[in-house]
């Protein structure tokens, strides 16, 4: 079956994100936007991943737990996993690799940790939207220990994207789908970029507001509408 998806949408906890970005707001707009699955990929963290999980649990809405992780190449990755479990390991490795700045609300924005009832419960104070001293190959190779799936960000863009950083699609790194934008034209990008055409690909809003949500506009093909039939269908 098919599923409409979104797979890249940032909350209140990454600095460029609005702050209305909350796990309550995102779960009600995908879910008025008719969407099947979400995911929450803040960058280089996932601290507000538990809440959105937890304020879907009763509504149908499919959660997965994620990041939008920056590797030292400066290259942004979706690093989509199963459960909590996984990726909050993930952040704990990430966090050990960020360098020690001081985030600074004035110039950045807030990076707002909330609850499940939308109260931002803290403020995280680390420079998030940096580069980790992870490299590419590292983070695949720690996403697929976690059983995860990375799914490069953004591919048509020229900044923080694997092509417009490397240039290239490195053989040896397990990807299976690209992401591009929202205003990207496949048919376009492809021919430009023929030797792309064997991956699959898919289009993220890659959300800092909430009206930025997709609507039921991007679709994966599944066998069964659950995190399970997700990963399988990525993997
Ligand atoms: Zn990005
Ligand atoms: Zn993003």
Do not use: W
């Not at 992401?179 to 898919?202: P, Q, V």
């Amino acid at each position: 079956m098919k599923i409409a998806v979104d797979f890249h949408i940032h909350t209140g906890l990454s600095p460029c994100a609005d702050e209305d970005m909350t796990p309550n707001n995102i779960v009600n707009m995908s879910m008025l936007k008719g969407l099947d699955a979400i995911a929450i990929t803040d960058h280089n963290t996932a601290e507000n991943c538990k809440a959105c999980l937890d304020v879907a649990k009763s509504k149908g809405l499919i959660v997965v737990p994620g990041m939008e992780l920056q590797t030292k190449e400066e290259v942004h990755l979706i690093c989509l996993f199963k459960g909590i479990n996984e990726v909050l390991s993930f952040q704990q490795l990430v966090y050990d690799q960020l360098p020690e700045k001081e985030n600074d609300p004035k110039v950045f924005g807030k990076q707002l940790v909330f609850n499940e009832k939308d109260e931002a419960i803290r403020e995280n104070k680390r420079m998030l939207i940096i580069s980790t001293s992870l490299s590419l190959n590292e983070v695949f190779y720690e996403v697929e220990k976690r059983e995860g799936v990375i799914i490069p960000a953004h591919v048509d863009r020229g900044a923080y994207s694997l092509i417009g950083t490397l240039g290239f699609v490195p053989k040896q790194l397990e990807i299976k789908t690209l992401e591009i934008s929202r205003r990207c034209n496949l048919t376009t990008f492809l021919e430009k970029y023929k030797y792309l055409k064997r991956y699959k690909f898919i289009q993220s809003s890659d959300a800092h507001y909430l009206g930025d949500i997709l609507e039921r506009e991007n679709f994966i093909e599944v066998e069964e509408k659950t995190i399970e039939g997700i990963f399988r269908a990525l993997r």
